[in-house]
Nanobody
Framework: VQLVESGGGLVQPGGSLRLSCTTS??????????MRWYRQAPGKERELVAT????????SYSDSVKGRFTISKDNDKNTVFLQMNNLKPEDAADYYC??????????WGQGTQVTVSS
């Protein structure tokens, strides 16, 4: 199983980015994986940002991003997205995709860096 994040970069405050988490070895339609986006800024604790269930599509968000970020999925491509709008400097962090397999084994991507600065 591999999770590969992409889409990070430098954006000005108020701008948008769309992160992708492309998976291999997972079939979203066969098992209800809870796909998660975490972020971690230097010197700060890791924060769970958003989740989506791979079959029923149920989503959840942290209060810090609710209304600005949208998590979605493409089951044909077994890929998860995080659309981030109205980005703030405090959103700057490394963003990681994560899930837990059928045997409760966690899988993490390598992360993608988001920088929000003018």
């Amino acid at each position: 199983v591999q999770l590969v994040e992409s889409g990070g970069g430098l954006v000005q405050p108020g701008g948008s980015l769309r992160l992708s988490c492309t998976t291999s070895g997972l079939t979203f339609s066969n098992y209800n994986y809870i796909m998660r986006w975490y972020r971690q800024a230097p010197g700060k604790e890791r924060e769970l940002v958003a989740t989506i269930d791979s079959i029923d599509g149920r989503t959840s968000y942290s209060d810090s991003v609710k209304g600005r970020f949208t998590i979605s999925k493409d089951n044909d491509k077994n890929t998860v997205f995080l659309q981030m709008n109205n980005l703030k400097p405090e959103d700057a962090a490394d963003y990681y995709c994560q899930t837990v397999g059928r045997l409760n084994n966690p899988y993490w991507g390598q992360g993608t860096q988001v920088t929000v600065s003018s």
